[in-house]
């Protein structure tokens, strides 16, 4: 049992929240570099926002089973 239960898996969760963000960087910057001339405007839009909201939904859900463990 760790010394402070709250930082239980909270180091390997920051670490999965640096690299999702970091790799949707590098994600843009390839979509923007070689991809975003095949598609519209709109669709570009689309792309990063889509690609943005899988982002958010994988940190919300890690995140998430980490904050239920506290609830009182």
């Known amino acids: ?3 402070w239960p709250m930082m239980a898996g ?4 920051v670490v ?3 690299v999702v963000f970091v790799g949707w960087l590098i994600f843009l910057l ?11 405007f709109i ?5 990063i926002l889509v690609s943005a909201l899988v982002g958010i ?3 919300g859900a890690m ?3 980490w904050g239920m463990r506290f609830l009182r």
């Open 1 to 3: 049992m760790p010394r």
């Open 10 to 13: 909270l180091r390997s969760r």
């Open 16 to 18: 999965v929240s640096i």
């Open 30 to 40: 390839l979509f923007a570099g070689f991809w975003a001339q095949d598609f519209s």
């Open 43 to 47: 669709q570009s839009i689309i792309i």
């Open 57 to 59: 939904a994988i940190l």
């Open 63 to 65: 995140w998430a089973s």
